[in-house]
């Protein structure tokens, strides 16, 4: 929240755009048993704040995609395990079965032909062309739109913004998506990118229906116009108070169980916990800080659920300003960081402490990177003397963050950790959100609390935009030449094993380099009802824990 | 009377064109725009997004552009619920936050003026302790935390209220209490010290050796007399209740404009920002006129012109 002078507690994390993979992911239960299904088959769940839109080709946070994923189904998805499997495509093309090109720039997409959208008509790949080239639309500024520009002219046709109609109408019909026939879509890339096919996965590629649109214009996305072709119909949305799903009677494929899906929104966590121990709610966050009295509670703790997430946050340093361009007072702070420490004795447990950028549960994830970083107050008051500081009072370090959720939490102990450790004296900026967004974002901080989560689980989402020359997340603004030749190199290899390895390869070098000190790992603490079953979380949960997979919950008597 | 009310009227517009403009002003001094987030977006989407909503102008183009729109009762585009227009935001939520923030304005009226008057009748008596010390104790309680002891209380050991929501009556009863709780404090403090005042006033005591029956006395030379500092602490009372708060909206997850609008604050929402401003204002200098005509009614000493 948010983020917004006035934070919700819900959104305790700084990340906030894209969605969040994990790597664990758990599937309890199974199917229901005959004659156990409670009637009706009804769950309430807390979103938290209101969304900007829930426009597939326009969204980008968490709190949209959990109502998107309800409504629509892609032409690919992702399994429990992140893996891809085909939803409205057949299969996923590759290079055996000719929907991958051998050069890789063309991907040819063979549709199933039983889908439907709610009101019954056929999806057709011309859907598919239509949604692509709207979310790549300049006059529709989808924030997503950027990750799609490997598509030929995507990048030209979005950067119109200053063309004529016409112009801008030549320019989207060059754009590289074309429905061959009804069933037969197909793309063409500028270059080799094999990581491409997880962003037909997401969320920004979604169907959606032209004649709809034409029609109702931005309101479009107010129900009864909301159709889709998920397994869920919004059926009401009452803005900043709740949305109601109901079953999709035409849903093409296995119908989910549920027969309705009410998603309150409720920013405050305090009052999330209360409703759902009032039993309004059927699964509830809980404040950070009181996992450990959670825990110890009778009634409370067989229905915590946690897992995992796809999301590192770390302690960015300005790599272009003194100290922190100096490569041994980073190495110092990052060793003089007792992370254990903090997620046992400050958050409960919850999370994990990491020395590596890569979350575990990733491709790429290396255990023993940067294990020359834990922590060791001794080496790192070594490595201070060597940096030239044998006086740590000498050395004054500035720390700018978001005022918000856990962070002033994490601002006072690595306050402490530095006072104590290496005894550095660490001055603390809390900042209004977007006015520290801001600031971030100039590359004018000194060093600062971020976090990244995933957008698809590939460690080409994780290292070029951060750690690239210039690159568009890089705030550190460290650049290594080696790192970018590996990186470029990386980027279109088309042997997975050689890929992953380049990968390692450029992940090393950065972890050597240490723009940042990696903290810790994201983990997801909520209470869900006993009589909720089939729950399948995974990385890529939105905002609701679960609701990836809400088709295959159900409630037991 | 009429003139008074055209004029007042009048000078309004002005006000209403200064505080539009020192809101543009002081909106783009804070730092941080509304696509400003940590996981940056591309140049180029941001320079679309500038451009869908006209920020890509001058400042004083998009602030003459943004009058004009207002002028032809457009209030533009929410950037932080961009499927929706400010104006159909503001009605969504309005009628929401006027319900609770009348009822709690009548509520806290109810309880506060007969407790005032009771305990300054009565002064130094039982009622006027027990008048005093809860008039105390909701002066000083947050909302917040008054709002958090009843749910702990009403919802979560007893279930026999909602936590939060819109729609029932149920829902209402928690929010209206929290919201109430300050103003009636004050309506009894006000009314108790502006009730002993005027009971030392000359023109009580001729009416009482003139051989008036208490009663009357109370009611129409008291009473009557003691109402003019509450109706003129209940003017912008009510404009305070009736624009929302957004400590009770957030906690009781009201779907209202005061909610909205600190929302719209911290996402740098220029528009939502604007039209909220627009309606508080004309909200407040609307009330402040009631009031400088109430007091004409209350106290014919007062002349409007």
């Known amino acids: 929240m948010n983020k917004r002078t006035i934070v919700f507690s819900l959104m305790a994390t700084l990340i906030t755009l894209s969605l969040v993979f994990t790597g664990a992911c758990s599937s309890e239960e199974g199917k229901p048993k005959p004659g156990s299904l409670k009637d009706p088959q009804e769950i309430t769940l807390n979103l938290g704040g209101e969304v900007v839109t829930i426009d597939p080709n326009r969204a980008s946070w968490s709190n949209e995609r959990s109502v998107i994923m309800q409504c629509f189904d892609g032409l690919l998805a992702f399994n429990a395990d992140l893996s891809l499997k085909a939803m409205v495509a057949k299969e996923i093309p590759t ?38 080239k709207r979310m790549l639309s300049p006059d529709l500024a989808a924030e997503y739109a950027s990750f799609y520009f490997a598509i030929v002219g995507a990048e030209n046709y979005f950067s119109a ?190 999370g994990k402490p990491t020395t590596s950028w890569i979350p575990p549960g990733m491709p790429g994830y290396d255990a023993n990177l940067g294990s020359q970083y834990a922590f060791n107050p001794t080496k790192a008051r070594e490595l201070l003397a060597q940096a030239g500081y044998s006086d740590p009072k000498t050395l004054k370090i500035k720390f700018q963050y978001a005022n918000t959720g856990t962070n002033p939490t994490i601002a006072a102990f690595l306050q402490a950790q530095m006072k104590d450790n290496l005894g550095v004296d660490l001055t603390l900026e809390p900042m209004d959100p977007k006015a520290y967004s801001a600031l971030y974002n100039s590359k004018q901080f000194d060093s600062c609390f971020t976090g990244w989560g995933a957008d698809y689980p590939d460690p080409d989402n994780w290292l070029p935009q951060l750690y690239g020359t210039n690159a568009g997340n890089n705030k550190t603004q460290y650049s290594s030449a080696q790192f970018d030749a590996i990186a470029a190199q990386a980027l279109k290899e088309l042997n997975e094993t050689k890929r992953l390895q380049l990968w390692a390869d450029a992940a090393k070098i950065v972890s050597d380099d240490l723009p940042m000190a990696y903290i810790f790992n994201r983990e997801t603490f909520v209470l869900k009802k006993p009589w909720v079953k089939g729950q399948v979380t995974t990385g890529m949960d939105g905002q609701i824990a679960g609701d990836m997979f809400l088709r295959e919950i159900y409630i037991q008597k | 009377m009429l003139r008074f009310v055209i004029r007042r009227i009048l000078w309004l517009v002005l006000v209403l064109f200064i505080v539009l403009a020192i809101t543009f002003i002081l909106m783009h001094l804070v730092p941080g725009g ?78 506060g003026i007969p407790f005032g008057m009771a305990a300054a009748l009565k002064q130094n008596s039982l009622i006027d302790y027990i008048s005093v010390l809860f008039a105390t104790i909701f002066a000083s309680i947050p909302g917040f935390v008054l709002g958090i002891l009843l749910m702990i209380i009403f919802s979560v050991t007893l279930h026999w209220l909602p936590t939060s929501g819109w729609g029932s009556v149920q829902q209402l009863i928690m929010p209206v209490l929290c919201l109430a709780a300050l103003p009636a404090a004050q309506s009894a403090r006000i009314t108790r010290a502006s009730t002993l005042d005027v009971m030392r006033q000359d023109y009580v005591r001729t009416a009482r050796s003139k051989g008036l029956m208490e009663n009357v006395v109370r009611v129409r030379h008291i009473f009557r007399n003691s109402l003019i500092p509450v109706v003129t602490v209940a003017g912008p009372e009510l404009a305070n209740l009736v624009t929302g708060s957004f400590i009770i909206e957030n906690l009781f997850a009201i779907p209202g404009i005061g909610r909205m609008f600190v929302q719209g604050i911290g996402a740098r929402d220029y528009s939502l920002i604007m039209g909220s401003i627009l309606f508080y204002a004309i909200t407040i200098a609307l009330l402040n006129l009631v009031v400088d005509i109430l007091y004409a009614a209350i106290d014919p000493r007062i002349r409007l012109e």
């Open chain 1, 95 to 132: 290079v055996a079965n000719k929907g991958i090109s051998s050069d890789g720039k063309t991907y040819t997409f063979k549709l199933k032909t039983n889908v439907t959208w709610s009101d019954g008509k056929k999806v057709t790949a011309k859907d598919f062309e239509y949604s692509i």
């Open chain 1, 161 to 350: 913004t200053e063309k004529t109609a016409a112009e801008k109408t030549a320019l989207r019909n060059a754009v590289g998506v074309t429905a061959k026939d009804d069933y037969t879509l197909e793309i063409k890339l500028n270059d080799a990118l094999p990581t491409f096919i997880n962003l037909m996965a997401l969320w920004p590629s979604y169907p959606v229906r032209q004649d709809i649109i034409e029609q109702y214009g931005e309101t479009w996305t107010a129900p009864p116009h909301y159709i889709g072709n998920g397994p869920f119909v919004l059926q009401e949305w009452v803005q900043q108070d709740h949305y109601t799903f109901v079953r999709n009677e035409n849903y093409w494929g296995t119908k989910p169980y549920l027969t309705k899906v009410t998603y309150e929104e409720i920013t405050d966590i305090n009052v999330c916990l209360a409703a759902y121990r009032n039993n309004e709610h059927d699964q509830a966050g809980v404040p950070a800080g009181t996992e450990k009295a959670i825990m110890a509670d009778a009634t409370l703790s067989p229905e915590i659920v946690r897992y995992a997430q796809l999301t590192t946050y770390a302690w960015q340093f300005n790599v272009t300003k003194a100290p922190y361009n100096n490569k041994l007072v980073r190495q110092a702070i990052a060793t003089a960081i007792d992370r254990v420490a903090y997620i046992d004795k400050v958050r409960g447990g919850v």
């Open chain 2, 34 to 111: 509304p696509w400003d987030r940590e996981k940056a977006l591309a140049p180029k989407v941001v320079e679309a997004l500038n451009k869908r909503y006209g920020l890509d102008k001058p400042l004083w183009e998009q602030f003459f552009n943004y009058i004009g729109g207002v002028l032809h009762g457009d209030l533009g585009i929410s950037y932080s619920r961009s499927d929706r227009t400010v104006t159909s935001i503001l009605m969504e939520g309005l009628p929401k936050t006027a319900t609770l923030g009348v009822l709690a304005f009548i509520l806290a009226q109810a309880l």
